[in-house]
């Protein structure tokens, strides 16, 4: 059999690791990672091997050669524009006139390609995907099979409601020549994108060898560093590595020449590079890898860390976890922190404290005593993302600081694809004026003008991005409970949430600290815009369309926010409109908002007829009370919208989350209307429920702002109220009864893939449907179990024929999930 080694990854998220070298030739324990591949192909009989390669080919083949010191021979392919995984396959198709197995050149692995070949064969299989079952695996492939191991679906990096397995693409394949001619020689495409898809289209026997050997994507430095530590503990089998070392001690590896002074302390494991010497006093261990010809100074520690080649390390330094590459040269005294990288050359002078996470690119001269806060030049922070289900959270000055914010303005201006005008407003909280200010000078920094309106609502913002013809907008807001929580969200041009593709693309620059800066003389001004609020208030006005009969009835509303702002602006648009309107101020240092609301339904009750209306301090989202004081509950709240868009012929189409009880079928069929159901991320149904208003842009946008506006919507109430001559507790009679459940259970994140995937195998697939989570349905109800996106649970929706059947089939489910949740824990 031959082989194929795909080296042509640039490795950004591992610079500076990677500033000089590609990903596959970044040393693994003294070695490139591709030798390590290279030595298991060699291992199980495979020598004729094609090498793939697109950036800086030359540092490959001038280490490698013809591949004769390891045994093997080896072809090299050079590709001069990308050409996705399977295009660079593709590129060596003279080679390819066999069966052949196609690896990364920068995973670890230990994979036992005999068995995998074996069930290949076994399976008359014409592609074998390699696959391993990994707890959290948003950031991969994920493959689903059936029990014979016949691949029945892919989902490249799926959100958590995609998430039908825990088993996932190791990118190792086992091919037959055959399945390369759906494309030709300089095509671009992907296996996972491209290929194999159409070969499930066109049912090619495909199928996923689940392995249980060890494999590592190194992606990261947090995997860069995690996987030979691994190797060091013995998790992974090695090929040809003990042959260069001898083992002084347990655990202990060192190669030729090694010298070391008394006193010098080893902690297994370690493994240390030939000519290295270790000054007395020192402690090396555990976890430490040094490259060869090496110098570490007197009384210096090295816990965790890994070293390369030609470093020198003077004394009483302190590392602690972090990466330093090669010739790097450390002064005495100089504390490095865990996640640290140091890149090639650099120069560390006396007195150094390089902070956690901290990456300095190469080539860099540090002066003593300084304290190294920030990444310098370029950086690549290796963290988990950095958005969630609703744009970014965090404490304030811990998670959300001044520092953070300017980035993430940058990041999004780098993003957008012409330079326009960015809009911004926040709540009245000092804090997200200070992380607002902070955003705007990172904006500025990439070149796009900034127009602050300074204390606004949300949906006063999302209008405002169209009134301004901006490019996207940012608001800032505290949360309800926790004032130090902040909140900031995205928009697009249009004023809804920006998408994942675009979250993705921010958190890419960010993550890489790619980002973009211009001179002065190109740095536009940041404009304020006073008092917009007042256009606002205008334009809310014209979508009133009974004003005078409003202003006839002078309808009673009991208004409640904890924001001042929020009451004020609220206040002033229903006594325009020609309500009576008495106000209620919640304090924010309530934990529960249980006595607010008491509070709302009395004084609804003493005023007869009156409405009540809490309002989120955001403007956006809304709690109606009934003239009885009755709470609505929030689907019977979107029921009554759609029922207002139906009945005043706004739209004829219905954008409901998957999640949604199904009666809104029932009532959209008794207006010949259509119900379309997205994925149930916020901008997923904002931005839906955006492209299906109809008639018009300002018709459009009416049919969006009535879900996302709480003062126009209220307002849109009482006009559809006042002209139908109903009370709100007389239209809510309108919703035809159902019988729906929510429950939200603690699952650990790693534990949210394995339990959807066995939920998957327990079910008749006949009964399932695998929109977003899984949703399991017979003639009386369904349930969707749905992995939450932002928090360690299961999301459980029950919808029944009855109360009793509703309630039973969610018991039903809260059990089994709970078993499943439970099979892990240790006893």
């Given at each position: 059999?031959k082989?194929?080694?795909?080296?042509?990854?640039?490795?950004?998220?591992?610079?500076?690791?990677?500033?000089?070298l590609?990903?596959?030739?970044?040393?693994?324990?003294?070695?490139?990672i591709?030798?390590y591949?290279?030595?298991?192909?060699?291992?199980y009989?495979?020598e004729?091997?094609?090498?793939?390669?697109?950036?800086?080919?030359?540092?490959?083949?001038d280490?490698f050669?013809?591949?004769?010191?390891?045994?093997?021979n080896?072809?090299?392919?050079?590709?001069?524009?990308?050409?996705?995984?399977g295009?660079?396959?593709?590129?060596?198709?003279?080679?390819?006139?066999?069966?052949?197995?196609?690896?990364s050149?920068?995973?670890?692995t230990?994979?036992?390609?005999?068995k995998?070949?074996?069930f290949?064969?076994?399976?008359?299989s014409?592609?074998?995907?390699?696959?391993k079952?990994?707890?959290?695996?948003?950031?991969?492939?994920?493959?689903?099979?059936?029990?014979s191991?016949?691949?029945?679906?892919?989902?490249?990096?799926?959100?958590?409601g995609?998430?039908?397995?825990?088993?996932?693409?190791?990118?190792?394949?086992?091919?037959?020549?055959?399945?390369?001619?759906?494309?030709?020689?300089?095509?671009?495409?992907?296996?996972?994108?491209?290929?194999?898809p159409?070969?499930?289209?066109d049912?090619i026997?495909?199928?996923?060898?689940?392995?249980k050997?060890?494999?590592c994507?190194?992606?990261?430095?947090?995997?860069?560093?995690?996987?030979q530590f691994?190797?060091?503990?013995?998790?992974?089998?090695?090929?040809?590595?003990?042959?260069e070392?001898?083992e002084?001690?347990?655990?202990?590896?060192?190669?030729n020449?090694?010298?070391y002074?008394?006193?010098?302390q080893?902690?297994?494991?370690?493994i240390?590079?030939?000519?290295?010497y270790?000054k007395?006093?020192?402690?090396?261990?555990p976890?430490?890898?040094?490259?060869?010809?090496?110098?570490?100074?007197?009384n210096?520690?090295?816990?965790?860390?890994?070293?390369?080649?030609?470093?020198?390390?003077?004394?009483?330094?302190?590392?602690?976890?972090?990466?330093?590459?090669?010739g790097?040269?450390?002064?005495?005294?100089?504390?490095?922190?865990?996640?640290s990288?140091?890149?090639d050359?650099?120069?560390i002078?006396?007195?150094?404290?390089?902070r956690?996470?901290?990456?300095?690119?190469?080539?860099k001269?540090v002066?003593?005593?300084?304290?190294?806060?920030?990444?310098?030049?370029?950086?690549?922070?290796?963290s988990?993302?950095?958005?969630?289900d609703?744009?970014?959270?965090?404490q304030?000055?811990?998670?959300?600081?001044?520092?953070?914010?300017?980035q993430?303005?940058?990041?999004?201006g780098?993003?957008?694809?012409?330079?326009?005008?960015i809009?911004?407003?926040?709540?009245?909280s000092n804090?997200?004026?200070m992380?607002?200010q902070?955003?705007?000078?990172?904006?500025?920094?990439?070149?796009?003008?900034v127009?602050?309106i300074?204390?606004?609502?949300?949906?006063?913002?999302?209008?405002?991005?169209?009134?301004?013809?901006c490019?996207?907008g940012?608001?800032?807001?505290?949360?309800?409970?926790?004032?130090?929580?902040?909140q900031?969200?995205?928009?697009?041009?249009?004023?809804?949430?920006?998408?994942?593709?675009?979250?993705?693309?921010?958190?890419?620059?960010?993550?890489?600290?790619?980002?973009?800066?211009?001179?002065?003389?190109?740095?536009?001004?940041?404009?304020?815009?006073?008092?917009?609020?007042?256009?606002y208030?205008e334009?809310?006005?014209?979508?009133m369309?009974?004003?005078s009969?409003?202003?006839?009835k002078?309808?009673?509303?009991?208004?409640?926010?904890?924001?001042?702002?929020i009451?004020?602006?609220?206040?002033?648009f229903l006594?325009?409109?020609?309500?009576?309107?008495?106000?209620?101020?919640?304090?924010n240092?309530?934990r529960?908002?249980?006595?607010?609301f008491?509070?709302i339904?009395?004084?609804?009750?003493r005023?007869?007829?009156?409405?009540?209306v809490w309002?989120?301090?955001?403007?956006?989202?809304?709690?109606?009370?009934?003239?009885?004081?009755?709470?609505?509950?929030?689907e019977?709240y979107?029921?009554l919208?759609?029922?207002?868009?139906?009945?005043?012929?706004?739209?004829?189409?219905?954008?409901?989350?998957?999640?949604?009880?199904?009666?809104?079928?029932?009532?959209?069929?008794?207006?010949?209307?259509?119900?379309?159901?997205t994925k149930?991320a916020?901008?997923?149904v904002m931005?839906?429920?955006?492209?299906?208003?109809?008639?018009?842009?300002?018709?459009?946008f009416?049919?969006?702002?009535i879900?996302?506006d709480?003062?126009?919507?209220i307002?849109?109430?009482?006009?559809?109220?006042v002209?139908?001559n109903?009370?709100?507790?007389?239209?809510?009679?309108?919703?035809?009864?159902?019988?729906?459940?929510k429950?939200?259970?603690?699952?650990?994140?790693?534990?949210?893939?394995?339990?959807?995937?066995?939920?998957?195998?327990q079910?008749?697939?006949?009964?399932?449907?695998l929109?977003?989570?899984?949703?399991?349905?017979?003639?009386?109800?369904w349930?969707?179990?749905?992995?939450?996106?932002?928090k360690?649970?299961?999301?459980?929706?029950?919808?029944?024929?009855?109360?009793?059947?509703?309630?039973?089939?969610?018991?039903?489910?809260?059990?089994?999930i709970?078993?499943?949740?439970?099979?892990?824990?240790?006893t």
């Amino acid at each position: 059999m031959k082989a194929v080694i795909m080296a042509g990854g640039e490795g950004t998220r591992l610079r500076p690791l990677t500033c000089g070298l590609p990903k596959p030739m970044v040393p693994m324990l003294n070695k490139p990672i591709m030798e390590y591949i290279i030595n298991l192909l060699k291992k199980y009989g495979i020598e004729d091997i094609a090498v793939t390669m697109a950036y800086l080919p030359e540092v490959i083949e001038d280490y490698f050669g013809d591949g004769s010191r390891w045994g093997v021979n080896l072809t090299y392919y050079i590709e001069k524009t990308p050409l996705g995984t399977g295009g660079s396959v593709k590129h060596a198709q003279d080679f390819l006139d066999e069966t052949f197995i196609v690896i990364s050149g920068d995973a670890l692995t230990d994979i036992n390609i005999e068995k995998a070949i074996a069930f290949h064969r076994e399976k008359q299989s014409k592609a074998t995907l390699v696959l391993k079952e990994e707890e959290i695996p948003l950031e991969y492939g994920v493959i689903v099979t059936d029990k014979s191991g016949k691949i029945i679906r892919f989902l490249e990096k799926p959100s958590w409601g995609e998430v039908f397995s825990d088993t996932i693409n190791t990118g190792i394949y086992i091919l037959e020549p055959e399945v390369m001619k759906y494309y030709k020689k300089g095509d671009q495409f992907d296996f996972s994108k491209d290929l194999f898809p159409k070969l499930l289209q066109d049912e090619i026997p495909m199928y996923g060898y689940v392995s249980k050997d060890y494999w590592c994507d190194v992606g990261d430095i947090s995997t860069y560093m995690s996987s030979q530590f691994d190797i060091l503990q013995g998790k992974v089998n090695l090929y040809g590595m003990q042959e260069e070392y001898k083992e002084i001690k347990k655990g202990v590896w060192v190669g030729n020449s090694v010298s070391y002074e008394e006193n010098v302390q080893f902690i297994s494991p370690i493994i240390i590079g030939e000519n290295t010497y270790i000054k007395d006093g020192a402690m090396i261990g555990p976890n430490v890898v040094i490259g060869e010809n090496s110098y570490i100074g007197e009384n210096s520690t090295l816990k965790n860390s890994i070293i390369w080649a030609n470093s020198y390390l003077g004394h009483k330094v302190q590392a602690r976890g972090t990466t330093l590459c090669h010739g790097v040269a450390i002064g005495d005294r100089v504390n490095l922190y865990e996640k640290s990288v140091v890149g090639d050359e650099v120069h560390i002078l006396s007195g150094v404290t390089v902070r956690p996470k901290v990456k300095i690119w190469p080539s860099k001269k540090v002066e003593e005593n300084t304290i190294v806060n920030n990444h310098l030049v370029w950086t690549s922070k290796v963290s988990k993302a950095i958005f969630g289900d609703r744009g970014v959270c965090g404490q304030l000055n811990v998670d959300i600081t001044p520092e953070f914010a300017s980035q993430l303005g940058s990041a999004f201006g780098n993003v957008l694809k012409e330079k326009g005008k960015i809009l911004v407003a926040s709540d009245e909280s000092n804090g997200t004026e200070m992380i607002k200010q902070a955003l705007v000078s990172g904006i500025l920094a990439t070149g796009i003008e900034v127009i602050d309106i300074g204390v606004a609502s949300l949906p006063l913002l999302r209008y405002g991005i169209r009134y301004f013809e901006c490019q996207g907008g940012v608001y800032l807001s505290t949360k309800e409970e926790d004032l130090n929580e902040i909140q900031i969200e995205f928009m697009n041009e249009v004023g809804a949430n920006i998408d994942r593709n675009m979250e993705r693309s921010m958190e890419n620059i960010f993550n890489r600290g790619d980002l973009k800066r211009i001179r002065e003389e190109q740095m536009p001004k940041k404009i304020v815009q006073n008092n917009f609020y007042k256009t606002y208030m205008e334009q809310g006005l014209l979508f009133m369309k009974n004003l005078s009969k409003i202003k006839e009835k002078n309808p009673k509303i009991i208004l409640a926010s904890s924001s001042e702002y929020i009451l004020f602006l609220g206040e002033e648009f229903l006594e325009k409109i020609g309500c009576q309107v008495n106000t209620i101020k919640i304090s924010n240092k309530k934990r529960s908002f249980k006595n607010a609301f008491f509070a709302i339904k009395e004084k609804v009750k003493r005023h007869k007829d009156a409405i009540g209306v809490w309002i989120e301090k955001n403007g956006e989202n809304i709690i109606l009370f009934d003239e009885k004081g009755k709470e609505i509950d929030q689907e019977d709240y979107e029921l009554l919208m759609h029922l207002i868009l139906l009945k005043s012929n706004i739209s004829r189409k219905v954008v409901v989350p998957y999640t949604f009880p199904e009666v809104i079928e029932q009532i959209a069929k008794e207006y010949e209307a259509n119900v379309i159901r997205t994925k149930s991320a916020p901008c997923e149904v904002m931005n839906e429920r955006l492209r299906m208003g109809e008639n018009g842009q300002d018709k459009a946008f009416l049919f969006y702002l009535i879900y996302y506006d709480a003062i126009w919507t209220i307002g849109k109430i009482i006009d559809y109220l006042v002209v139908e001559n109903v009370s709100l507790n007389e239209f809510r009679k309108e919703i035809p009864k159902y019988y729906y459940q929510k429950e939200h259970l603690s699952c650990h994140w790693k534990d949210k893939g394995r339990v959807i995937r066995e939920i998957i195998s327990q079910c008749d697939p006949k009964e399932m449907e695998l929109f977003e989570g899984v949703k399991i349905k017979n003639s009386k109800g369904w349930s969707i179990i749905l992995p939450d996106s932002e928090k360690p649970f299961v999301n459980l929706y029950t919808q029944g024929v009855s109360q009793e059947y509703a309630q039973e089939l969610s018991e039903e489910f809260i059990e089994k999930i709970k078993r499943l949740i439970d099979k892990n824990k240790p006893t």
